[in-house]
T-cell receptor, first 113, second 110 residues
Framework: EAGVAQSPRYKIIEKRQSVAFWCNPI?????LYWYQQILGQGPKLLIQ????????DSQLPKDRFSAERLKGVDSTLKIQPAKLEDSAVYLC???????????FGQGTRLTVV | DQQVKQNSPSLSVQEGRISILNCDYT??????FLWYKKYPAEGPTFLIS?????DKNEDGRFTVFLNKSAKHLSLHIVPSQPGDSAVYFC?????????FGPGTRLSVLP
């Protein structure tokens, strides 16, 4: 069974530029999560989708971050404009149930310079 | 306000010895706890979990102990192997909130 796929693996951008990350969840998983993991911290949930609807985006900085899951499968996370403090690993995960049953992708490491 | 704490950023143990990773939480509503293992350039993978109705759960070399009165859990790895070198995250949930700790980097020395 294929796992959660994310791309790109690494991205370096200058502050104020925009960036987008892509995630393809495990087939059949209705729930998709985006997490931000800053160095030295645990993953923090940014947004949770159930199919193509948003369940929780309370910790998403909506002034610069946006995410969509238009057909209830793949998802994109966008940052515009990026700030230095956005440097982190962005993890996508998917599950059939809750967060405790989620499988994680390899993540995208973003460096904002 | 950190609801899940892992106060040791790093830990080194000798191969074959026991590794003990600790985790403390502040929210008494948490009723399910998990440990994840993360290798560099990979996502976290689930390792072992425990429900609040238990005080111990074992899976091969890995055992998790829960002390609800102290709001403390620990992961024991016996015997430790070099392949266990990774970052270990503790996580807790209460049905609504799911919170990760900051992680402990374990190095198992040959």
């Amino acid at each position: 069974e294929a796992g959660v796929a994310q791309s790109p693996r690494y991205k370096i951008i200058e502050k104020r530029q925009s960036v987008a990350f892509w995630c393809n969840p495990i087939s059949g998983h209705a729930t998709l999560y985006w997490y931000q993991q800053i160095l030295g911290q645990g993953p923090k949930l940014l947004i949770q989708f159930q199919n193509n609807g948003v369940v929780d985006d309370s910790q998403l900085p909506k002034d610069r971050f946006s995410a969509e899951r238009l057909k209830g499968v793949d998802s994109t996370l966008k940052i515009q404009p990026a700030k230095l403090e956005d440097s982190a690993v962005y993890l996508c995960a998917s599950s059939l149930g809750g967060q405790a049953e989620a499988f994680f992708g390899q993540g995208t490491r973003l460096t904002v310079v | 306000d950190q609801q899940v704490k892992q106060n040791s950023p790093s830990l080194s143990v000798q191969e074959g010895r026991i590794s003990i990773l600790n985790c403390d939480y502040t929210n008494s509503m948490f009723d399910y706890f998990l440990w994840y293992k993360k290798y560099p350039a990979e996502g976290p993978t689930f390792l072992i979990s425990i429900s609040s109705i238990k005080d111990k759960n074992e899976d091969g070399r890995f055992t998790v102990f829960l002390n609800k009165s102290a709001k403390h859990l620990s992961l024991h790895i016996v015997p430790s192997q070099p392949g266990d070198s990774a970052v270990y995250f503790c996580a807790a949930e209460d049905g609504q909130n799911f919170v990760f700790g900051p992680g402990t980097r374990l190095s198992v020395l040959p």
